[in-house]
């Protein structure tokens, strides 16, 4: 059983265009993430998300925008994409409020705007 | 401003050979400290976490040490074998999660 999953794996898309990921967990965890890893391989956090509720927010231009229907998934919708957006989006999760915990990482979404 | 460095960026080694990664912080205060590794194209598979209040965690070939106060974790590899070929991530954790760069570990056969 995949513990933290996400769809697409890859995701090929003109700019202008609006495109979502979804984050799916089933380690009963209570925080979720998403992180962005750019071209030269760098992993950033772009956003946290503690039972439904936003705790860490980056600079992250405000076209994306996360959405956590429930503790067990978190959406990363992108609106408006650019070039600049191509990268691999990483979901993860963590229990307590993701200070002291392992946190564990989906297989990545490779997004690719043209 | 948190600040994650690991040294080398690359190393090649041949197999059996016993290896170091270094992984270096700028602010002390951290929760724990994470090691991962990446495969090409593939997500990040957790290691060893090392909670603030210990000093090292083993598992299987791997150990990695922890000096909170000068602010360095290492990542031991014993016994290397090309299996071991990746990328290793270290990552503190204080209010986020903040990562190194990477090494990239080649071991040949």
């Known amino acids: 059983d995949t513990a933290v999953s996400q769809t697409p794996k890859y995701l090929v898309t003109q700019m202008g265009n609006d495109k979502s990921i979804k984050c799916e967990q089933n380690l009963g965890h209570d925080t979720m993430y998403w992180y962005k890893q750019d071209s030269k391989k760098f992993l950033k956090i772009m956003f946290s998300y503690n039972n439904k509720e936003l705790i860490i927010n980056e600079t992250v231009p405000n076209r994306f925008s996360p959405k956590s229907p429930d503790k067990a998934h978190l959406n990363l919708h992108i609106n408006s994409l650019e070039l600049g957006d191509s990268a691999v989006y990483f979901c993860a999760s963590s229990s307590y409020r993701g200070r002291r915990d392992e946190q564990f990482f989906g297989p990545g979404t490779r997004l690719t705007v043209l | 401003k948190q600040e994650v460095t690991q040294i080398p960026a690359a190393l090649s080694v041949p197999e059996g050979e016993n290896l170091v990664l270094n992984c270096s912080f700028t602010?002390?205060?951290?929760?724990?400290l994470q090691w991962f590794r990446q495969d090409p194209g593939k997500g990040l598979t957790s290691l060893l976490l090392?909670?603030?209040?210990?000093r090292e965690q083993t598992s299987g070939r791997l150990n990695a040490s922890l000096d909170k106060s000068s602010g360095r974790s290492t990542l031991y590899i014993a016994a290397s074998q090309p299996g071991d070929s990746a990328t290793y991530l270290c990552?503190?954790?204080?209010?986020?999660?903040?990562f190194g760069k990477g090494t990239k570990l080649t071991v040949n056969p």
């Open positions: 602010d002390s205060a951290i929760y724990n």
């Open positions: 090392i909670q603030s209040s210990q």
């Open positions: 990552a503190v954790a204080s209010e986020k999660l903040v």
